[in-house]
Every structure is written in structure tokens, then in C-alpha cells.
């Protein structure tokens, strides 16, 4: 829920997003990308498997029609994800934050938060990731298990925090910059939200940093679906759940110093369809043959 001004780097004067600035300024960063969706789930769908959503369900179809019927939100185990294919070329992948599709298993990590499905369409497990235990600081005490863990293996990480996403429940740390700024009281709740956001990937980029491998890692900042600042919810407006810009537009930032031009700003028309092949050339992985997007790595 990220909408696409709201980000110092993309030029709005009243986002404190210190992290996401220092991180795009340390790679590429396509200002035009667009998901393939302005709502969650068939935006998540697509970066996990590379396929819009339609082609989902068809693929579902054709499943049931020869395995019968499957409950919600375990067909994934049948599908080639991202994190599926990397572990055919030898890296172990987490997850934490949401995911939707499946458990951490059945979407194909070797690890993950997502242990067990919700009956809610609109939960998963794990999906806290980022919020909780942030006021004790054990907020990245998931993920840096996980790098220990994974110490000398090449590894593949799935970082997504409910944020900027509802609840408006942001600290007193990051609501306290905004107050008094002429912003609505739901623009104010939004923003504080953004800067939690980018404080939790500074811890992430922190907690690699700390062990060494942010020289030897690439990292993709990128947002499901876009979201107007002014309106709580979808459908509504011009942002997220309708066809406007808004909901759909996200930059695409690359990072990975050394390796990833630096301070390169992009207009190119790119989709995050295109993610799942970056980041399986990248690894040197097999490509996924019935991708619908295309490596980015030669731009």
C-alpha cells in the first residue's frame, strides 16, 4: 500500500524516508513501474510465480479438474515460485510478512512466518513482521535467525511488512514529525505508517550490513499496489482496488553496490512482472519458461 509520490526519492518533501533514500540513490530505480494490479493478492501472485492472476485461477481450474477440489490458498504447492526455483539452485529463501498464497512450505521457502493458513482471506501468519516487537527491538529477531542459520548459503528473502497498510497505529516516534504539517488526520496516520516502513528496512539493510553481505546481496524495493494518502480504504478515490495510476504505479529500486549502477533513474515502462525473472537471472537460476515478464538486468 506504498502509493508511488509518497517517498522522498520520488520527490515528496514531506515523507521522511531516509532509508529508501540512501537506497535508491545506491542503485537503479524505475520510477515507472507498474504492478498488474492495484490489489493485493494478484499483485502478490505475481511476484511470487511471475503470472497475472487470471492465469492463476485458470491454472487452478485446470488443476481441480484433475485432482478435484482444492481448499483456498493451497494450489501454490502445485505451482513454480520464485522461491521454489531458487532452491533448485541451491539458496535457501524466507518469508516474513504477508504472503497469502499457502504457508511458507507450500509457496516453496525452505523457511518462513506464514506456518499455518488463517480462515481469513485477509491474514496470513507472520504477516506482523516488522511491527512486532518493535517496541522492544526484536523486530528483526525472525530474520536474523534465519541469517545465521543460512551462514555460507546463498539465501533469498521475501520482506513484506503490513506497511504503510492499515491499522494507522504507527509510534509516537514517527506520528510526532507530521503533526502540525497542514496534512489530514488520515494523511498524518498514512505517513507516520510510511516512515515505519522505511525505518523496518533499515533495520533489514542494518541486520545485513552488520553480517557482512550487503556487498555480496541485491535488493529490490518495490510495492504491491499503489494507495491515495487521503482515503482509508479500496475502491474509493483514485488509489488502490481502482484503475487510476495511483493504484497500480510503483518505483522499482535495484540495489546491489558494485554490481548495480548507482544514482541511475530509469523512465523505462516496467511491470513487477518482470521481478521473478530479474531476480532468477540474477541468481543464476533457471529461467521459468511461461513467465509473463522479462529479465530487467541488462538495463
Same mark, same amino acid.
Given at each position: 500500500?506504498?502509493?508511488?509520490?509518497?517517498?522522498?526519492?520520488?520527490?515528496?518533501?514531506?515523507?521522511?524516508?531516509?532509508?529508501?533514500?540512501?537506497?535508491?540513490?545506491?542503485?537503479?530505480?524505475?520510477?515507472?513501474?507498474?504492478?498488474?494490479?492495484?490489489?493485493?493478492?494478484?499483485?502478490?501472485?505475481?511476484?511470487?510465480?511471475?503470472?497475472?492472476?487470471?492465469?492463476?485461477?485458470? +491454472?487452478? /481450474?485446470? =488443476?481441480?479438474?484433475?485432482? !478435484? &477440489? $482444492?481448499?483456498?490458498? %493451497?494450489?501454490?504447492?502445485?505451482?513454480? @515460485?520464485?522461491?521454489?526455483?531458487?532452491? +533448485?539452485? /541451491?539458496? =535457501?529463501?524466507?518469508?516474513? !510478512? &504477508? $504472503?497469502?498464497?499457502? %504457508?511458507?512450505?507450500?509457496?516453496?521457502? @525452505?523457511?518462513?512466518?506464514?506456518?499455518?493458513?488463517?480462515?481469513?482471506?485477509?491474514?496470513?501468519? !507472520?504477516?506482523?513482521?516488522?511491527?512486532?516487537?518493535?517496541?522492544?527491538?526484536?523486530?528483526?529477531?525472525?530474520?536474523?535467525?534465519?541469517?545465521?542459520?543460512?551462514?555460507?548459503?546463498?539465501?533469498?528473502?521475501?520482506?513484506?511488512?503490513?506497511?504503510?497498510?492499515?491499522?494507522?497505529?504507527?509510534?509516537?516516534?514517527?506520528?510526532?514529525?507530521?503533526?502540525?504539517?497542514?496534512?489530514?488526520?488520515?494523511?498524518?496516520?498514512?505517513?507516520?505508517?510510511?516512515?515505519?516502513?522505511?525505518?523496518?528496512?533499515?533495520?533489514?539493510?542494518?541486520?545485513?550490513?552488520?553480517?557482512?553481505?550487503?556487498?555480496?546481496?541485491?535488493?529490490?524495493?518495490?510495492?504491491?499496489?499503489?494507495?491515495?494518502?487521503?482515503?482509508?480504504?479500496?475502491?474509493?478515490?483514485?488509489?488502490?482496488?481502482?484503475?487510476?495510476?495511483?493504484?497500480?504505479?510503483?518505483?522499482?529500486?535495484?540495489?546491489?553496490?558494485?554490481?548495480?549502477?548507482?544514482?541511475?533513474?530509469?523512465?523505462?515502462?516496467?511491470?513487477?512482472?518482470?521481478?521473478?525473472?530479474?531476480?532468477?537471472?540474477?541468481?543464476?537460476?533457471?529461467?521459468?519458461?511461461?513467465?509473463?515478464?522479462?529479465?530487467?538486468?541488462?538495463?
Amino acid at each position: 500500500d506504498h502509493g508511488w509520490p509518497y517517498s522522498g526519492f520520488m520527490g515528496d518533501p514531506r515523507a521522511r524516508t531516509p532509508n529508501l533514500d540512501a537506497l535508491a540513490a545506491s542503485g537503479t530505480t524505475f520510477v515507472n513501474a507498474q504492478s498488474p494490479s492495484s490489489l493485493c493478492q494478484p499483485a502478490l501472485r505475481a511476484l511470487l510465480a511471475g503470472v497475472h492472476s487470471e492465469q492463476w485461477e485458470r +491454472r487452478r /481450474g485446470v =488443476l481441480e479438474s484433475v485432482l !478435484g &477440489k $482444492l481448499p483456498p490458498r %493451497t494450489e501454490v504447492q502445485y505451482y513454480r @515460485t520464485v522461491p521454489r526455483e531458487l532452491e +533448485r539452485a /541451491g539458496y =535457501l529463501s524466507w518469508e516474513g !510478512g &504477508k $504472503l497469502w498464497e499457502g %504457508t511458507y512450505a507450500t509457496a516453496g521457502f @525452505t523457511h518462513g512466518l506464514a506456518t499455518f493458513l488463517f480462515p481469513s482471506w485477509f491474514r496470513s501468519a !507472520g504477516d506482523g513482521f516488522g511491527r512486532d516487537g518493535w517496541a522492544d527491538g526484536s523486530a528483526m529477531a525472525p530474520l536474523e535467525s534465519f541469517l545465521d542459520e543460512a551462514r555460507g548459503r546463498p539465501f533469498f528473502l521475501w520482506v513484506a511488512p503490513m506497511l504503510p497498510h492499515t491499522p494507522y497505529d504507527a509510534p509516537h516516534e514517527f506520528t510526532r514529525p507530521y503533526a502540525g504539517t497542514g496534512l489530514s488526520p488520515t494523511e498524518a496516520a498514512y505517513y507516520a505508517n510510511v516512515s515505519w516502513l522505511d525505518a523496518v528496512i533499515g533495520r533489514v539493510l542494518a541486520t545485513l550490513d552488520a553480517r557482512g553481505l550487503r556487498d555480496d546481496t541485491l535488493v529490490v524495493y518495490l510495492s504491491d499496489n499503489g494507495k491515495d494518502a487521503s482515503l482509508p480504504g479500496a475502491g474509493v478515490g483514485a488509489g488502490k482496488g481502482t484503475l487510476h495510476e495511483l493504484g497500480f504505479r510503483t518505483p522499482l529500486v535495484l540495489s546491489w553496490p558494485g554490481h548495480v549502477d548507482a544514482g541511475v533513474v530509469r523512465d523505462d515502462l516496467v511491470s513487477s512482472l518482470d521481478v521473478p525473472a530479474t531476480l532468477l537471472d540474477y541468481a543464476g537460476a533457471a529461467p521459468i519458461r511461461d513467465l509473463e515478464g522479462r529479465s530487467l538486468r541488462d538495463a
